[in-house]
């Protein structure tokens, strides 16, 4: 339903998938991002929030 | 549809409604945070994002 597809950018520009159907975001200490789906799979890496779509279910993230 | 609910919390942990039907957000440099609605509505807030669920359609942001 509302759930988002997350993609990481690299320093390159790159946009690579990095989970899908992501419901919760939350940004951690550390400049760390943590992503729940709805299936309970979690990422935590070492970026920041760049744009998000809620619309368009897009999330976009930026490495560190 | 996907559209969620801003809301912000200040110092004392208040929750207060920013904005409704949020689309699009972008972390800003300055440590600002834009977030425009379906409608165009445009607000930009000296802050971060503290947490969202989509599924839930709501993201809370915590003043700076």
Known sequence: MCEA???I????GEE????A???VIEPEDG???????IYGEQKVIKGRIKSMSLV???VVLAEA
Chains 1, 2 share one sequence.
Not at 9 to 12: E, P, S
Not at 16 to 19: A, D, E, G, H, I
């Open 16 to 19: 690579k998938l990095l989970l």
């Open 31 to 37: 400049g760390q991002v943590r992503l729940v789906s």
């Open 5 to 7: 597809t997350a993609y």
């Open 56 to 58: 368009n279910h897009r």
């Open 9 to 12: 950018v690299d320093a390159a």
């Open 21 to 23: 159907d992501v419901d």
